[in-house]
């Protein structure tokens, strides 16, 4: 069992900055690829970014690429957004998800098995 807690969301102007954490829990932590979905009502939850196990492999989504950065500490149970050059269009609630093996098999919802609660992100023009 993984159990995992974002922070960090607040508001931010167009073209600031924020970094966005996940504290996890889990003996199995440190094994399992993590990622970071938003949504906003409405919508589908959609994939922001993803890193393996150890942190070597990541991954990004086209609207996002070149201005977030996923990262993750295994000492400290921790996996990072930082979030360059926030647009309005990157307002949304963000959540973290643990995947279910080491390397990154997938960044839909239905590949990670357990969430954060989510953390808010609005960015005003």
């Known amino acids: 069992q993984v159990h995992l807690v974002e922070s960090g969301g607040g508001s931010v102007q167009a073209g600031g900055s924020g970094r966005l954490s996940c504290a996890a829990s889990g003996d199995t932590y440190s094994r399992n690829y993590m990622g970071w979905f938003r949504q906003v009502p409405g919508k589908e939850r959609e994939g922001v970014a993803a890193?393996?196990?150890?942190?070597?492999?990541?991954y990004y989504a086209d609207c996002v690429k070149g201005r977030f950065t996923i990262s993750r500490d295994n000492a400290k149970n921790t996996v990072y957004l930082q979030m360059n050059s926030l647009k309005p269009e990157d307002t949304a609630m963000y959540f973290c998800?643990?995947?279910?093996?080491?390397?990154?098999?997938?960044?839909?919802?239905?590949?990670?098995?357990?969430w954060g609660q989510g953390a808010q992100v609005t960015v005003s023009s």
């Open positions: 890193v393996s196990g150890g942190g070597s492999d990541t």
């Open positions: 998800a643990a995947g279910r093996t080491y390397a990154i098999t997938g960044v839909s919802p239905l590949d990670f098995n357990y």
